[in-house]
Each structure stands twice: as C-alpha cells, then as structure tokens.
C-alpha cells in the first residue's frame, strides 16, 4: 500500500493567501506525486464540495476534501500558513491545512487511515505538534501516525478528564450518538471524537456510531437500552432510526457536533432531566427532537412531515430520471423522434445502422423510465416506515403504472403503503413472532391492503386526475404558460435547493414520467430557471469585485461552473450572507427566465446537466437567451442594492499581516 503522505506532499511554508490558491498548490503537490491525474478537474471536485458546506473548523484547522474520479490513490496533502487562511470557520483563519483526496472508489483501509487522521486532528498536542514541526518527513510521520506527538507521555486533558470521571459505581450519564457527513471522510470522526473528548470532560459515558466511509459498525443494543439520551450529529440521514425509538434527541448537523459539543451534551442532559422522551420516527429525515413526547419529524407540522415523506421518494427516482432521460433525449438526437416507435432491438438490431443505435438507446433509456413510479412510491414509503415498506410500495408504484394512475398514483401509492406499515407496526406482537414481521407478515399484509386500495378505490380517480393534468400541460400556451413558468422560476430561486426548489423540480420531472409538449417545456423552465442563481452571483462578483468580500469572489469562481451545471446551490453561500438583497434578486432574474423559456417554447427531455445538454434541448439559443437575460436581471439587481448600502466591504490589504476581510467605510 502506498504511503498515504510523504515529505513530497508537505508545505511548512503554504504561501497561499485564500483557500482556492491553497487548494492549487496543495493539489500540485498530488499532480507531482502523480495521485492526482488532472489537476483541474480534481480542483473542480474540491470547489464543489466546499460550496456544499465550508470547511473550516475551531482550532484554526481546514480540510477541504473531495472524492473525485481524477484521483488515482488516496491521498493527503499538508500544508502549514503564517498568516491564515479563511476557509469559514467561525473562530477565523487556519493555519493547519489538509487536502484530502480520494478515489471515487476508495478502499476501507485508506478511509479507515483519514478517519483516523481526522479523529487526531481534534488533539490539541497533536496540531500543536504539527505547528512545531520544521522536518517535512518528520511531519509526514507524525500525520501517519509512525511518531507520536513530543510529550506524548504527558497527562493530556482527556487523560485528565479520564482520570476525574466517576468511578462505575457512580453511574454516569450515558449517551449513545451517531455521526455523519455527506463524504464521509472527515467531518463524521471529528464529530465522534469530539463528542467523546468532551464527555470526557464532563464526566459523561459517550459511545458514538460512525456512519462514515471507512465502515459502519452499529451500536450494540445493549448500549442503547442503557443510554440515558441519543445525539445526532448529521448531514446525511441516520440509518435505522428505531434503534433509538424511546430515548430524549439531540438532532443537529454534524459541525455542530465538531464545534460544540459540550453544549449539545447539556441540551441532552436537560431533556432527560425533563422526560422529553421521543419516538423516533421509522423513516424520513429531519429533526426529532419534540418537547411533547413524540420526536421531532412527529411533531412538526403535517405539511413538513409530507414533504420530508416525498423528497425521500423524489430522491430515490432521480438517477432513473437522469439516466433514462438522457438516453432517451441522445437517441432522439441520433435517430429523430420517430425512434421511439422501432421495433424491439432484441429483435432487430443492425451494428452498423445509427438508427438500431438510437433505437437501442431509446429502449435502454424508456426501460429506466418504467421504474420511475414504483421506484417514487417505494422510497417515500421507505422514508415513512423504513425496509418493511418498500414492498407495498413498489406494488402500489407499479398498479398506479397499470391503472394509468402514473405520478400521481405514485405519490398516493407511496404515502398509503407507509401509512399502512406505520399502523401494522403499532399492533403488540407476540416475541416469537417479532423476527418475522418486517420481513414476511407486514410485506404480506401490507401488499394485500395497498394493492386492494390501488385497484378499487382509489387508482381510477386519481387516473382521472392525472388525465385532466396531462391535458392541462398539452395545452399551456400564451399568457398560462408564462404565468407558470413565473411561478416556477421564483420557486427554483427562494431558496436554491431548499423546499420549494425541490418541489418546483419534482413535479417537472414528475412530468417526465408521461412526457407530452407542455411537460417538456415545464422541464426546460425549471433547469433554466435553477442555473441562474450562481451564474448571477459569478457575474456579480466579476463586474462589481468591491461590493463582495475575498471570499465572496472566490465562490464566485466556482458559481460559474457550478451554474452551468444547473447546480443551484452554488449561490447558497451569497444568499446566507446578505439574503435581504441575494434572494428577491436571484428571484427576479429566475421569473424572468422561466416566463421566457415558456414563451419561447423551449422544450427539455434530460432533467438535468445545464449548457451540457443544450444540443438536445428544442430551440436552444432561445434557450441560452432566457438565461441570459434572467441572469442580467438577477447581477444587475444585486449590484444595485449591494450598492446602494451606506458602507460596502472592500479587498483586504495584500500587504498586510492578517488574512482576514478588511471592512471599512466608503461611500456607495
């Protein structure tokens, strides 16, 4: 196995000013080492994972870290600033910056290796050491763990705490937490082991779950029947949630979980105190942590339940919609719309034919289409009651196929197969029995209960109503096809990935599902709108660079890339700092593309992939139009408003000893 970091791969003088330089000279350093193959591409994997969510933490630390395809080995690269870098951490610069690169199909050894490394990182003698250190290969080293830290003997806080903490007969407070991050490298075993490191601290039994990269090794039952309270620390869903059924939550995001941990230990503390005990949802995502006895996702209101039940089924469905949609939207562009009524490929396929080619794609392409309902209703019941729903939901998904229900019938088929298994679970069973259930009775009973509700009650009205929807969307035209593609664009822009935005594109995608001339245009409405956000922001930040701060104008880089890509949330980190000014802006500029696109009659099969599907979209410079001129409308609103503020922000001194954005005064 290659060695994770050599001194090749160490800068103890990082000269780099701002995190994106920082991340190319680090990168470089991988080029040279040849673990990384195309320093561009990999540099474009680092900025969109930054976007997703900073990678600052406490302590002066940064991780940037991606998985990408340019990677050829797992790798980490370490460089040490004199005068700080900003990578968004709510204490200020870092000082300490690790990249860290894996394959997209890295090996459990080498993540076991960076979840080791990002579990150091929260030991205040190990960055101490690395702050010391002057020897590349020494420091290399020490991050691979083959030295310990100078003075490693020595009573360290955790030792400390250790020593302070009750003895067994006291019977500590005991807390069982799970952790979690949307890569899984680092951001799940810092949270880990700082949670343990703090209830440490303040005499508190901490056993942690890691659902990372490097393996996830559940919790033992017993563990978590004795535990007194349970912490999430996530940005992923927790698997199995009803292991935790009956016990006061804590649910927050994963940097919480890094940055205050102590604080989320006493909030624990206090709702055990209380007896707020909550019933873990059996499915879904979202917070659980009611006050009344039932869990967060319980307590909320109805409409946020239902709309945490349909984006887990959206989310599911997604990938068969891109897929097929995109074979389908190539095979069009091979063979003409006509292929859509070849004969079977099995049957008559010619190599050298392009038609048998755009025929084959067409039948691959519709073939990935056929799972889209029962693949939606499967997994908004997977999110309701979790693995024992997932078979009357697929049932229910495919008779909504048969009695022509279609999307809709997906929907009700998912939401009344969750409904049905989260009534069979509340029925007390024998224990003989209970091993049975989720995996033979409640599939049976509940299957038999969908399936007879599907064919005779409810498939055939809500047929109707999917028909009066299709024949709705055949005829948008003039001022109603506008006014929707106005509603739309202002939905895809509020909040840039959030609810709205996630509704306005399922229910074009939805569309997708029986595809006819208006849901086409509703498609292309939708993607136009999504990509205007970030490109206004990037075009912002390049004709204005005053109005922003350094940081500001270096995700204004990468917004350029990420907007053509029909990547929304690109523009997420310049709506949360000034959403009074970003968000109207970005929602004026999105109308205006929508009601365009609409106007214009553009049409989009492939539901996502911004200008890299432009050849397959109907009247594409049209196309290019709309969002051209909504994203204008978008900069030049921001411009103005930004502008018209009494002080704006201006670029720090490059010359001076701080890394920092300098604000200072100046007349707009």
């Known amino acids: 196995m290659s060695e994770l970091i050599t001194a090749e791969l160490v800068d103890l003088d990082l000269s780099a000013t701002t995190k994106d330089a920082a991340a190319r000279s680090l990168a470089e350093r991988m080029v040279g080492a040849r673990r990384v193959t195309d320093l561009d591409g990999f540099l474009a994997d680092v900025a969109a994972r930054e976007a997703q969510m900073p990678t600052g933490l406490d302590g002066g630390i940064g991780i940037p870290h991606c998985r990408s395809e340019h990677v050829s080995a797992p790798t980490l690269a370490f460089g040490r600033s004199a005068r700080g870098i900003d990578f968004g951490a709510a204490d200020g610069p870092a000082d300490l910056i690790f990249l860290i690169a894996a394959p997209a199909g890295a090996d459990d050894d080498h993540l076991t290796i960076l979840s080791g490394l990002a579990r150091r990182l929260m030991d205040p003698e190990f960055t101490a050491a690395l702050r010391a250190g002057d020897d590349p290969a020494a420091v290399a080293a020490l991050i691979r763990g083959e030295q310990p830290p100078p003075e490693a003997e020595a009573t360290t806080p955790i030792a400390a705490a250790e020593e302070a903490a009750p003895a067994e007969d006291d019977a500590p407070f005991r807390i069982v937490a799970v952790t979690s991050c949307p890569t899984g490298i680092a951001h799940t075993y810092m949270a880990a082991e700082s ?65 205050r941990p102590a604080e989320l230990i006493a909030e624990a503390r206090r709702k055990a105190e209380r007896g707020e005990i909550a019933a873990v949802p059996r499915g879904g995502d979202g917070p659980a942590d009611g006050a009344d006895g039932r869990s967060g996702a319980d307590s909320a209101h109805f409409g946020v339940r239902l709309r945490t039940y349909l984006m887990s089924g959206v989310s599911y469905m997604v990938p068969f919609v891109a897929a097929g949609g995109l074979l389908i939207a190539l095979s069009f562009a091979i063979g003409g719309y006509e292929i859509a009524d070849a004969k079977s490929v099995a049957d008559h396929f010619v190599w050298g034919q392009a038609d048998s080619w755009a025929a084959l794609l067409n039948q691959i392409g519709s073939a990935a289409f056929g799972f889209l309902v029962p693949v939606l209703a499967g997994y908004i019941a997977y999110g309701m009651a979790d693995r024992p729903a997932l078979v009357p939901g697929f049932v229910g998904g495919a008779i909504a196929l048969t009695v022509d229900a279609g999307f809709l019938g997906g929907l009700v088929a998912g939401l009344l197969a969750g409904a049905v298994v989260m009534a069979i679970q509340r029925f007390p069973v024998h224990a003989t029995l209970r091993g049975i259930m989720p995996v033979l009775v409640i599939p049976l009973i509940a299957s038999a209960v969908v399936g007879f509700l599907m064919f005779i009650v409810v498939g055939k009205p809500i047929a109707a109503l999917q ?132 106007a214009f009659g553009c049409t989009l099969r492939a539901p996502h992939g911004g200008i890299f599907v432009v050849p397959l979209i109907g009247e594409p410079f049209l196309y290019l139009l709309a969002i051209a001129a909504g994203t204008l409308v978008a900069t030049a609103l921001v411009v103005l408003l930004k502008g018209a503020r009494r002080t704006v922000p201006v670029p720090a001194d490059e010359a001076g000893a701080t890394a920092a954005d300098a604000r200072v005064g100046a007349t707009a």
Request: charged share 15%.
């Open 467 to 598: 028909s009066a929807l299709t024949d709705w969307l055949k005829g948008l035209s003039g001022s109603n096809a506008v006014i929707l593609g106005v509603v739309l664009g202002l939905m895809m822009c509020f909040d840039m990935g959030g609810p709205l935005n996630k509704v306005a594109y399922a229910f074009a995608v939805g569309g997708l599902a029986d595809p006819t001339d208006g849901s086409l245009k509703v498609m292309a409405a939708v993607m136009a709108a999504g990509m205007v956000p970030p490109l206004a922001m990037a075009l912002a930040t390049t004709v204005r660079k005053k109005l922003f701060t350094k940081t500001e104008r270096e995700n204004g880089r990468a917004a350029w890339v990420l907007g053509a890509s029909f990547i929304t949330e690109g523009a997420i980190p310049f709506a949360a700092a000034d959403p009074l000014r970003v968000i109207p802006s970005v929602m004026a500029g999105g109308a205006v593309t929508g009601a365009l696109s609409m």
């Open 195 to 259: 949670l343990t490191s703090a209830g440490l601290a303040e005499g508190v039994e901490v056993t942690v779950e890691t659902q990372g990269s490097a393996g996830f090794s559940k919790l033992d039952p017993a563990v978590i029947a004795a535990a007194d309270a349970v912490i999430w620390a996530h940005d992923v869903e927790v698997r199995e949630k009803t292991r935790f059924r009956g016990k006061p939550l804590v649910d927050v995001g994963v940097k919480a979980g890094i940055n």
